[in-house]
């Protein structure tokens, strides 16, 4: 997928679920968080697939932007896939959608 197509899926996943959708400032914000503590504790898997539990059960933009910060990690996608799939099966093709963009 090019730029563009990834940007998109991207902002689909990060406004799913939300109604009236996220300011993109709040999304910049919320996905530059996440992909932060990502950052901080990815050496870590389990540490990481226990922080996107928490982060999932909170619907909203916060919740969104932790999949994402996860998903984008090779090494973590597999499980992020799994528990995001689990946690949210309605947002299961939006996944596989931001996963084909990565």
Not at 82 to 87: G, H, V, Y
């Amino acid at each position: 997928m090019d730029a563009v197509s990834r940007q998109s899926a991207v902002a689909a996943f990060l406004e799913a679920g939300i109604d009236p959708p996220p300011s993109k400032a709040s999304m910049v914000a919320a996905l530059g968080e996440a992909r932060r503590m990502v950052n901080s504790i990815q050496a870590n898997p389990q540490a990481v697939d226990s922080w996107l539990r928490g982060q999932i059960k909170m619907r909203g933009v916060g919740g969104n932007a932790a999949a994402i910060a996860v998903l984008e990690i090779p090494g973590l996608r597999d499980n992020a896939e799994r528990i995001c799939c689990e946690a949210r099966p309605e947002q299961a093709s939006l996944v596989r959608r931001l996963l084909e963009s990565l």
